[in-house]
């Protein structure tokens, strides 16, 4: 796709009805976002998602998302300790898991751990740019690369992280300018979110997409859809309905009996 000049169309899915929609209406790239620690499991910060958490949600993705290639975020902490731990963790994801590839977050440190996962055939995606497990290190969520010398190491990781065997780069919230040139002088596909219009793809979180998200919504977040206030009609007019006894029907939602059976029970039971 990406040499043919093809955009590619990557969004998270947590469930396995957010894996099917993914699946059935032309997603190229299914990604296990560690985001779920926040849309899906309440937590303040990616950094609280366990291991075991992501596996569960990976299983669930992936009995939906058949089609779409399907990658899953590392947490926070699976990758961080060492080469044999990295490797160890990203094996249960996809034994366990059921994913096709790994995605890890960082530069130049990351370089051997994708060398080695490489060897023993899982691909990895890279991420660079902002990295929201390192929300705190970086003082927040802000944009990365706007000042020359850290372009430049920006650069220099994704190309690094290409050598080591990166199959694709994720690169986040930097200036359009910056996504365009690391798209050029990459031969794989960069998956830009907040990184401009010039990179192979783009990918974005599923309640970004679909209006759930009740939080911040960033600057490069694009509301497709207006889930939340479908949502919010559907359950206070059941409420309503409910409280009102107008639901359920009882010629359209009931189930009869036959008057004779009726009497029978009466009888049965005075």
Known sequence: ????????????????????????HGIDITLVGDSLAQVCLGYDSTTR?????????????????????????MPYGTYH??????????????????????????????????KKLTTFGIPVMGHVGLLPQRHTSLSG??????????????????????????FSIV???IPHRLGELITRRLSVPTIGIGAGPFTSGQVL???????????????????FAGVQSEAKRGVTEYAAAVRERTFPDIEAESYPMEDMEWQQVVAELK
């Open 141 to 166: 969520y802000r944009v990365q690369g706007k000042d020359a010398k850290r372009a430049v190491e920006l650069v220099k990781s994704a190309v690094e992280l290409e050598m080591a065997g990166a």
């Open 205 to 223: 979180v599923w309640d970004d997409v679909m209006g759930t998200w009740s939080g911040h919504k960033a600057k490069f977040v694009r509301r």
């Open 171 to 173: 690169l986040e919230a």
């Open 81 to 114: 300790t060492g080469v044999d731990d990295a490797v160890r963790n990203a094996i249960r994801m996809v034994r366990e898991g059921g994913v096709e590839a790994v995605k890890m977050e960082g530069g130049l440190e990351l370089v051997e751990i994708v």
């Open 49 to 73: 998602l366990t291991l075991d958490e992501m596996i569960h949600h990976c299983q669930a993705v992936a009995r939906g998302s058949k089609n779409p290639f399907l990658v899953a975020d």
């Open 1 to 24: 796709m990406r040499d043919t000049n093809r955009p590619i169309a990557m969004l998270t899915a947590y469930d396995y009805p957010t894996g099917r929609a993914c699946d059935l």
